[in-house]
């Protein structure tokens, strides 16, 4: 999708344990608090682009878990689960974050969802990494995430 004079390019903030990512999406703000909320949308964009989500559980309540599962081009299937922290909708989600690797340590998510009437205003807030090059194994794997989320939303809008 071409940007626009109203589709700034991404914005992204990092510092060595955290990395914000922001976004402007093509969809009201319930929208999109359900594309992330709900398992049979999330299995539709929440994979860095070039992989597959195939397996997306969720139950969401404070305390409840997730776990989505995504395979990559090569057939590796990468897991991570957590635990709702914050559900406060259509707002905020906070949530838990840790690959089922033994060497793996618990990260924190903070989605942010500002209401811009049509479109939706995206703040990803993802701390707690134990260094730099933990957080930036996931930044390219956010900007995946959140292309295919816009891509998603903007088929939807169609």
């Known amino acids: 999708m071409a940007r626009t004079a109203r589709q700034p390019a991404p914005a992204q903030e990092l510092t060595a344990t955290s990395l914000v990512l922001r976004r402007r999406l093509p ?11 709900q398992a049979e949308q999330l299995r539709r964009w929440s994979c860095p682009v070039g992989f597959e989500v195939v397996e997306a559980v969720v139950d969401l309540r404070q305390g409840g878990r997730y776990r989505l599962g995504m395979r990559s081009p090569a ?13 406060t909708p259509p707002e905020r989600l906070v949530y838990t974050w840790r690959w089922e690797d033994p060497e793996a340590l618990e990260t924190l998510v903070t989605v942010e969802f500002e209401d811009l009437g049509p479109e939706t205003g995206l703040v990803l807030r993802h701390e707690r ?13 956010w900007h995946g995430c959140l292309q295919n989320l816009e891509g998603f939303l903007a088929a939807r809008a169609q």
Not at 75 to 87: K, L
């Open 27 to 37: 969809a009201p703000r319930e929208d999109v608090f359900r594309a992330w909320t």
């Open 75 to 87: 057939g590796e299937v990468f897991t991570t689960s957590g635990v709702y922290r914050e559900i």
């Open 129 to 141: 990494f134990a260094d730099a090059a933990r957080r930036d194994s996931h930044l390219g794997g």
